[in-house]
């Protein structure tokens, strides 16, 4: 963190984005740890299905005591808006992680680095009892699937949006890595059976009308998915520019979101790039502000670029990446890939 009065994009914090979700990604954030352990299962917040990898000495699976099952056949779901799982004799244990979709959906496709947001019920093939479910929470989750565990990743990547998709894992793609539970309702070796219902997800790229931009603007190209800017020979604008160069159908960002963005960044002075970002989860009271004055108002999918003056980036540089000179002018372009609203 810089002396300057705003921020620079955190790139490294990757915020969880649902309220229900909060406790989940706690003590991967770098805040104060929580007052519980967020691997362990809370039937009112969404805590057991997208926890991070945890860096705790992996724990073997002991030996199953029933012969893993290489079929989703043991289990029966409901039909309607709140899903019920029985699983026909347990305990219960798959080979690896199998998947089914249950009711396909039509809308965007989720890849392993998207942004999701969806309901799901957790049973525990041990014991057959729901350990966590966003249904009765009355919440659903937000998170981005390189945050979750290995499991509920593999899942839903490649799944698309509106389905609702059955999901059962071995311990060693759930909580083996971390002992199981803290209060040992989910156990090393215990195979955890999901159904999800994928509400939205984040987009790979933008999606929309393609515009032109004001002249006089930098001219933005793109080459195999590469995006590069070329800065004119001329004295810079004094005050913040913005064009929308793909108007996106998407949600309108409010300033209270969490977005999602793919970005590049460069600097007028030298014409050289100094900042780039894929997929990174943010808020606009975590960068600077001509990002929160350009991209405030504009919609999920969009392409905006901006030509923000040192008052609204960094009016006395920035020592640390990206490496900015007091009195720089920034140009960057920000695909628009998904916005969440408080809850």
Do not use: H
Not at 25 to 35: N, Q, T
Not at 251 to 261: C, F, H, I
């Amino acid at each position: 963190m810089t002396s300057s009065p705003v921020r620079p994009l955190a790139r490294v914090r990757r915020l969880a984005l649902g309220a229900a979700a909060v406790a989940i990604f706690a003590a991967g954030c770098g805040e104060a740890e929580p007052a519980a352990n967020p691997n362990e299962p809370d039937p009112t917040v969404a805590s057991a299905a997208p926890t991070a990898e945890p860096s705790a000495e992996e724990s073997a699976s002991p030996e199953p005591t029933v012969e893993p099952a290489d079929n989703l056949d043991g289990i029966e779901v409901s039909d309607g808006e709140t899903p019920e799982v029985t699983i026909s004799e347990t305990p219960w244990t798959i080979d690896e992680t199998r998947t089914e979709v249950l009711d396909e959906g039509d809308g965007t496709t989720v890849t392993a680095e998207s942004t999701v947001e969806i309901n799901y019920v957790g049973v525990n093939g041990r014991t057959g009892e729901v350990f966590d479910s966003s249904y009765e929470a009355g919440q659903s989750a937000t998170f981005p699937l390189t945050q979750v565990i290995t499991g509920f990743q593999k899942g839903l990547t490649d799944q698309k949006v509106g389905s609702r998709v059955l999901i059962a894992m071995p311990g060693t793609d759930g909580y083996d890595a971390s002992g199981g539970s803290g209060d040992g309702t989910i156990q090393v070796g215990d195979t955890l059976v999901f159904v999800v219902d994928i509400l939205d997800a984040s987009l790979t790229g933008p999606e929309g009308e393609e515009q032109s931009a004001p002249e006089g603007m930098p001219t933005v190209d793109e080459a195999d998915g590469a995006v590069t800017v070329e800065i004119p020979d001329s004295e810079p604008p004094t005050e913040l520019e913005t064009a929308t160069l793909i108007k996106g159908e998407g949600k309108e960002v409010g300033e209270s979101d969490q977005v999602t963005v793919s970005y590049v960044g460069y600097s007028w002075r030298t014409k050289e790039q100094i900042d780039s970002g894929q997929n990174e989860a943010t808020t606009f009271d975590a960068v600077i502000q001509g990002w929160g004055e350009g991209l405030v108002g504009q919609t999920v999918g969009s392409r905006v670029e901006l030509v923000i003056p040192p008052a609204l980036a960094y009016p006395d540089g920035n020592p640390t990446a990206p490496t900015v000179e007091a009195g720089d002018t920034l140009v960057y372009v920000v695909d628009i890939l998904y916005s969440q609203s408080p809850a």
